[in-house]
């Protein structure tokens, strides 16, 4: 089993910037695509971004495109998701999610079916 943990969400200013971090246990962390989703009250979860393992190709939903970046540290079992000029509509809980590709193929990296284990959640708040 694969536990995932986000961390590094908070309160900001509308332009302001966070950077999300996430850990997922297990030995073959450079194999898992990794990917950020986010839901906001009332709203269905969507997808933010995804980075692949071993070559880390990255994936962004349009609404962040420019102003966040996925990245990935396989010695720390980390994925990261820097956040810049925050809008309030970015306001939602974070999700962090994993997929361990040496069991699965993962076709459709913005597909929330196509990841197996699931974080908590972060709050981001976006103050207007």
């Known amino acids: 089993q694969v536990q995932v943990v986000e961390s590094g969400g908070g309160l900001v200013q509308t332009g302001g910037s966070l950077i999300l971090a996430c850990t997922a246990s297990?030995?073959?962390?450079?194999?898992?695509?990794l990917g950020w989703f986010r839901q906001a009250p009332g709203k269905e979860r969507e997808f933010v971004s995804a980075?692949?393992?071993?070559?880390?190709?990255?994936y962004y939903a349009d609404s962040v495109k420019g102003r966040f970046t996925i990245s990935r540290d396989d010695a720390k079992n980390t994925v990261y998701l820097q956040m810049q000029s925050l809008k309030p509509e970015d306001t939602a809980i974070y999700y962090c999610?994993?997929?361990?590709?040496?069991?699965?193929?993962?076709?459709?990296?913005?597909?929330?079916?196509?990841?197996?284990?699931w974080g908590q959640g972060t709050q981001v708040t976006v103050s207007s």
């Open positions: 297990g030995r073959a962390f450079e194999n898992y695509c």
């Open positions: 980075i692949r393992g071993n070559g880390g190709i990255t």
């Open positions: 999610a994993a997929s361990d590709t040496a069991s699965r193929i993962v076709t459709f990296a913005d597909e929330i079916s196509e990841y197996d284990y």
